[in-house]
């Protein structure tokens, strides 16, 4: 009486008995391409986790930006990109584009922008925050 043999396969940390049906045979072509095509899928992969981080960056650099704008906008009593404060008898008008030129913070300035300020609204003298 003979022993028959077994064969194994390891799936994940398990092993499971191959039946005598389901051993399959490769050329080393087949090997190679299948070998590639998990590499190709391996980089696609990396490449969309990498754009995802990308993306997060982008989206928090995004917030971080917002946050900068609304503190500079609080620090100088702004309720808005477009709204102007008044000096206290109502004379002078000034909005935050001119303030961030006075200032010379330049940063803030393209925030603004970007935020949606418009880069023609004029003060009390009929400046534009360009000319100021």
């Known amino acids: 009486m003979t022993c028959p043999t077994f064969q194994w396969e390891q799936v994940g940390g398990r092993c499971r008995l191959v039946e005598p049906g389901d051993v399959v045979s490769l050329t080393s072509e087949q090997i190679q391409e299948a070998m590639h095509q998990k590499e190709v899928k391996k980089r696609q992969m990396e490449m969309e986790e990498l754009k995802r981080l990308r993306e997060r960056k982008k989206r928090k650099r995004g917030q971080e930006e917002m946050l900068d704008m609304?503190?500079?906008?609080?620090?100088?009593?702004?309720?808005?990109?477009?709204t102007p404060r008044y000096s206290c008898f109502g004379f002078k008008r000034t909005y935050p584009l001119h303030v961030a030129i006075q200032e010379g913070n330049f940063r803030i300035?393209?925030?603004?922008?970007?935020?949606?300020?418009?880069?023609e609204l004029k003060d009390h003298c009929g400046r534009v925050a360009y000319s100021v």
């Open 109 to 119: 300035y393209k925030l603004l922008l970007k935020f949606g300020a418009d880069s």
């Open 70 to 82: 609304m503190k500079f906008l609080e620090l100088h009593k702004f309720t808005g990109v477009n």
